[in-house]
């Protein structure tokens, strides 16, 4: 089966933990994910400069290594990155600032990414949201 799935939450709150086990269920089970798709306060998950406490999992550590381990698509909804000030190159400096704080494995991209993942995939699941 192919999976979509959409994160909207941010990387401190439980959901954005099951969305991660269960994304790594998925390919455990030989099951495809065809996109990874950040939303809302989710693209902090994709934000390296998150700086997770000590005594807590470091969820954007995890989620960056995930994809990058698994070649996913991961793909941060650009709209939603730039109302919370996560940019990649390309931004930071198109709106003149001066931190980066989104590399690769990620991809900033529109909700058209998430239509198309929803058009190729045999189920959207769909954490965190409203």
């Known amino acids: 089966m192919k999976f979509a799935i959409a994160l909207f939450a941010a990387p401190h709150a439980p959901?954005?933990?099951r969305a991660l086990l269960f994304a790594q269920a998925v390919l455990a089970g030989g099951h495809e994910i065809v996109?990874?798709?950040?939303?809302q306060d989710g693209v902090h998950s994709a934000s390296n400069s998150v700086v997770t406490p000590q005594d807590e999992q470091d969820l954007p550590?995890?989620?960056?290594?995930?994809v990058s381990e698994h070649q996913l698509d991961g793909v941060v909804c650009i709209a939603a990155a730039l109302r919370r000030?996560?940019?990649?190159?390309?931004?930071?400096?198109?709106?003149?600032r001066s931190a980066v704080n989104l590399t690769a494995p990620w991809a900033l991209s529109g909700l058209g990414q998430l239509h198309d993942a929803v058009q190729?995939?045999?189920?959207?699941?769909?954490?965190?949201g409203p």
């Open 15 to 17: 959901s954005s933990r």
């Open 120 to 128: 190729t995939a045999d189920r959207l699941i769909c954490f965190g």
């Open 85 to 96: 000030g996560v940019l990649n190159d390309e931004e930071a400096r198109r709106y003149q």
């Open 35 to 39: 996109r990874l798709f950040f939303y």
């Open 61 to 66: 550590r995890q989620w960056a290594d995930f």
